[in-house]
């Protein structure tokens, strides 16, 4: 696996948290005590309840901000066992997985794509 992959990582995590540091300050600034509320999604936009509340799961910054932390995490233990033996092999997987969710980014290549 390339170091491009896992600097691929780093950028969209930097990304995420950028965002959801951003937003976290934003929702400070309004006095809001979090991010939104999904009763507050439906009523605006008249989204049904449960979409409403896995929006409200994955939108909420404190949540992102956990995320990309664990994630940093993962690509530093990579780093770490530097392509050697089954850990390596391992968290090379967790790796592509991780730049999975950005395949629509792009600067994703296609080569990253977990074997099937």
Same mark, same amino acid.
Request: hydrophobic content about 45%.
């Given at each position: 696996m390339t170091d491009d992959l896992v600097e691929f990582v780093r950028a969209r995590l930097? @990304?995420?948290?950028?965002?959801?540091?951003?937003?976290? &300050?934003? #929702? *400070?600034? %309004? =006095? /809001?005590? !979090?991010?939104?509320?999904?009763?507050d999604v439906v009523r605006a936009t008249g989204m049904?309840?449960?979409?409403?509340?896995?929006?409200?799961?994955?939108?909420?910054?404190?949540?992102?901000?956990? @995320?990309?932390?664990?994630?940093?995490?993962?690509?530093? &233990?990579? #780093? *770490?066992? %530097? =392509? /050697?033996? !089954?850990r390596a092999s391992g968290l090379g997987g967790v790796v592509r997985g991780l730049a999975a969710v950005y395949a629509d980014h792009p600067d994703y290549r296609r080569e990253w794509r977990e074997p099937v």
């Open positions: 930097e @990304e995420d948290a950028g965002r959801a540091e951003a937003a976290r &300050a934003r #929702a *400070e600034e %309004d =006095g /809001v005590a !979090g991010w939104f509320r999904a009763r049904e309840q449960v979409d409403a509340a896995m929006l409200e799961v994955h939108a909420d910054p404190a949540r992102v901000l956990r @995320e990309v932390c664990f994630h940093r995490g993962v690509l530093d &233990a990579y #780093a *770490e066992a %530097d =392509g /050697v033996g !089954g």
